[in-house]
């Protein structure tokens, strides 16, 4: 399929963490963008935000991701879709509470897209780290080809009983192997392609609609502040917990040029920056501020062992993201949290 380089897009979800900032870069990047949101409320702080871009921005209202033909309208007209529009959080009771949503979310937009959107040439699909990684105890570099059977398997075993990330994982693992489906169960006859991106967590400064207080922030910003400024671990989880991490907005850069790079049509990619341990994160924040606190002393990052790394090697090759260092997501993310008088 051709890359497509400039046009309307399509932006799911798009008062999210991450989606705001694929909005954002859209723009600037010479694109218009039509963000969906679930109502009028959360509509209000993307207009606001996108004034200056007048008619190349506009919002409309998807109540229900989950409803037959819930994105039928919004297709029409579209040159790409950006699928973002998936649940994220560790307090669901029932799996079904994230899995419905993010498998029925992801195949109904990709139904609309087949059925209304005639001018459609790429849809890009935000899924995640965790439908890759495999939880276990020895270090382990991933890559596209793994897939996290285990928490399918563990939801299924235990439902409502099953870890809450394990819930989390499924819903990611199972939502991104239905567009897979899609697609192969279509047998070429599609107008247009897939692109899924993988990250891992995502960290950064906010610019979607938050509230007065940091437990309003997102899942990831908000264990960020946690961990880093309010120090809710202890030394030794600072210097043996991690995992890996993407700045907010090279994910945002990432989504866009897997519309304009032709060679990302039909690929399953990995982005991500590298692995971290939180004294990682706690080292950068306390060089930059001194009241935050020091954290484990003794952590000597040349002999962390990371449990989780991804392959950059696919990502490197198709999209080549000039990745942010930890210092300047840490500085930036500082500067947002100052801005909003939490530090």
């Not at 409320?41 to 919002?59: M, N, P, Q, W």
């Not at 919004?74 to 899995?99: C, N, Q, R, W, Y």
């Not at 495999?134 to 299924?156: C, H, I, K, L, Y």
């Amino acid at each position: 399929m051709p890359a497509v380089d400039s046009g309307k897009v399509l932006v799911t979800g798009a008062n999210g963490f991450i989606a705001v900032w694929v909005v954002k870069t859209l723009l600037e990047q010479g694109f218009s963008v039509r963000g969906t949101v679930r109502s009028e409320s959360k509509a209000t702080h993307l207009r606001d935000i996108f004034a200056s871009y007048g008619d190349k921005f506009e919002v409309v209202i998807v109540e229900d991701i989950t409803k037959e033909g819930a994105f039928d309208e919004a297709v029409k007209g579209i040159d790409a879709i950006e699928h973002t529009a998936s649940p994220f959080h560790f307090k669901a009771d029932d799996p079904d509470e994230l899995i419905v949503p993010a498998v029925q979310g992801t195949t109904g937009i990709l139904k609309s897209a087949l059925k209304y959107g005639a001018d459609v040439k790429r849809v890009v699909v935000t899924s995640s780290c965790a439908s890759v990684l495999t939880v276990g105890t020895q270090p382990r570099v991933f890559t596209e080809a793994d897939w996290n059977e285990a928490s399918v398997s563990e939801v299924r075993e235990k439902g409502r009983a099953a870890a809450q990330p394990s819930k989390y994982r499924a819903s990611k693992t199972l939502a991104e192997q239905a567009a897979w489906a899609f697609v192969k169960d279509a047998q070429g006859g599609l107008p247009w392609d897939l692109v899924v991106l993988n990250p891992p967590f995502v960290f950064g400064p906010a610019i979607h609609g938050v509230g007065d207080t940091p437990e309003s922030l997102n899942e990831s910003a908000r264990e960020w502040y946690l961990m880093v400024v309010k120090r809710e671990i202890d030394n030794e989880s600072l210097a043996n917990n991690g995992s890996s991490y993407v700045d907010v907005r090279d994910l945002a850069l990432a989504h866009v040029l897997a519309l304009k790079k032709q060679e990302a049509g039909g690929e399953r990619i990995i982005v991500s920056a590298g692995p971290y341990k939180w004294q990682d994160w706690v080292n950068a924040a306390h060089k930059l501020d001194p009241k935050i606190s020091a954290g484990n002393t003794a952590y000597d990052p040349a002999k962390a062992a990371h449990l989780f790394q991804y392959s950059p090697d696919k990502e490197r090759k198709l999209l080549g993201v000039p990745f942010r260092t930890l210092e300047q997501t840490t500085k930036d993310t500082l500067d947002d949290l100052r801005a909003r008088g939490w530090l």
